[in-house]
C-alpha cells in the first residue's frame, strides 16, 4: 500500500513538471497565476483593464498592449466555450498575473485552424490591470466610472506622447519642422504638383508604424 501511494505521489509530482508547474483547466487550458491579490474575480459584465502579451508555442509575438503603449479594456464577456480566454480571466482579480496556455484545436474545434497558428498552445502573460465591477450599478453610473477611467489612460498617454515624440527623433537624428499644433514632419522628397486644400480627394500610399 505504502509502494502505491509513493508511486502516485511521484507521479503526480512527474505530471506537474512535465506542464512547468502549470494547473489544468477545462478544455486542455492551463494555467500559472503568478500573483495572486486578494479580491473578487472577474465577471461577466464587469469592466476590465489588461496588460497582455500573446506569444505562439515558439515563444514568438503574436501581439502585445505593451507595444501600443496602453492597455486592452473591455466589457468582461461570458465565456464561449470551454477552456478560452474568458474562463481563464474568471480566475483572476484585479493586481494579478498569469501565464494561460489555451490548447489551439479546442479554440478552432470544428472550424480549419487560421493560417500561420502552429503548436498546441496560444500563450497569454496577463497583468489585470484594473476591474470595475458592474454589480448592482445601474448602467449610468457603472458606464460613469469606466469612462472615467479611459479618461485617466487617455490624459495619462498624452502626457507621455512628447518624451516618446522627442526621443525617436533624436535616437533616428531627424531634423524635424513643427507646426503649430505640434506635428513634426519631415519631407523626404519634394513634390511638384498640386497641394491638396481642404475638400480635396487625395489618393495616398502610406506605411504607419509604432515609435518601437
Known amino acids: 500500500m505504502k509502494k502505491r501511494l509513493m508511486f502516485l505521489a511521484l507521479a503526480a509530482m512527474g ?3 512535465c506542464n512547468g508547474g502549470f494547473k489544468k ?4 487550458m492551463l494555467y500559472d497565476i503568478i500573483i495572486d491579490k486578494s479580491g473578487p474575480r472577474m465577471m461577466p459584465g464587469d469592466f476590465v483593464s489588461l496588460n497582455l ?3 505562439n508555442d515558439a515563444d514568438s509575438v503574436i ?4 507595444d501600443l503603449g496602453r492597455p486592452a479594456v473591455q466589457l468582461m464577456q461570458k465565456p464561449q466555450s470551454k477552456g478560452d480566454i474568458y ?10 498575473s498569469a501565464i494561460i496556455k489555451l490548447n489551439i484545436d479546442s479554440l478552432t474545434k ?6 500561420g497558428l502552429k ?3 496560444q500563450v497569454y502573460t496577463i497583468k489585470v490591470e484594473r476591474v470595475i465591477a458592474k454589480g448592482n450599478l445601474n448602467d449610468e453610473v457603472f458606464r460613469g466610472r469606466y469612462m472615467d477611467y479611459m479618461k485617466s489612460l487617455a490624459d495619462q498617454a498624452k502626457k507621455q506622447e512628447p518624451a516618446k515624440v522627442q526621443k525617436y527623433v533624436t535616437d533616428n537624428k531627424l531634423k524635424v519642422t513643427k507646426t503649430a ?6 519631407i523626404t522628397k519634394d513634390g511638384a504638383g498640386i497641394k491638396p486644400i481642404t475638400g480635396d480627394t487625395v489618393v495616398v500610399n502610406y506605411v504607419g508604424k509604432f515609435l518601437n
Open 15 to 17: 505530471l506537474a513538471s
Open 25 to 28: 483547466g477545462a478544455d486542455g
Open 53 to 55: 502579451t500573446v506569444k
Open 63 to 66: 501581439g502585445s498592449t505593451y
Open 87 to 96: 474562463s481563464a480571466l474568471e480566475l483572476l482579480s484585479e493586481g494579478d
Open 110 to 115: 470544428g472550424r480549419p485552424r487560421p493560417a
Open 119 to 121: 503548436g498546441k498552445y
Open 181 to 186: 499644433s505640434g506635428l513634426d514632419y519631415v
